[in-house]
């Protein structure tokens, strides 16, 4: 088979590696568990529900899961600092898979990961983001 060919199935191999790569390092709540918290009714359907529409959501091994740095956990909600973060983040054309692994890395910004930043410096992980999703503009 001509390498043309085989081109796009590695493609789309190496996109899934990277995707299970992505999600193996990020702590995860299952949507039961996020709807509970939120305290949407498990009957409720998605439109009922955009508490849970607004977030990054995956699908491991057939189960919706949510990373759990979108959570204030200890006051049952979204956290609010996301909120901007993925809205811009959508609006730049970002995958959530893309967001996800850049909320998973190693920023300069900060001594830890934004994802974990977030905490305490959600302000300072939205500008670095906002700063990172700028299009280039050459002059």
């Keep these: 088979m001509s390498q043309s060919l085989d081109r796009p199935e590695s493609d789309a191999r190496r ?3 990277l995707r299970r790569r992505i999600l193996s390092r990020v702590a ?3 949507e039961v568990e996020a ?3 939120l ?3 498990p009957e ?3 439109p009922l529900a955009p508490g849970l529409i607004q977030l990054l ?3 491991v091994s057939g189960v919706w899961r949510y990373p759990s740095f979108q959570f204030d956990l200890s006051n049952h909600r979204v956290h609010l600092d996301f909120v901007p973060v993925i809205a811009a983040a959508r609006a730049a054309g970002w995958s959530d898979y893309r967001l996800l692994n850049w909320m998973m890395r190693s920023h300069l910004d900060f001594d830890e990961l934004p994802a ?3 905490r305490v410096r959600g302000n300072d992980v939205l500008m670095a983001f906002l700063r990172e999703s700028e299009t280039e503009c050459h002059g």
Excluded: K, N, S, Y
């Design 57 to 59: 959501r995956f699908r």
């Design 116 to 118: 974990d930043a977030l």
């Design 28 to 30: 995860m709540i299952e």
């Design 44 to 46: 409720a359907t998605e």
């Design 35 to 37: 709807r509970q918290m």
């Design 39 to 41: 305290g949407v009714p």
């Design 15 to 17: 996109r899934r590696v």
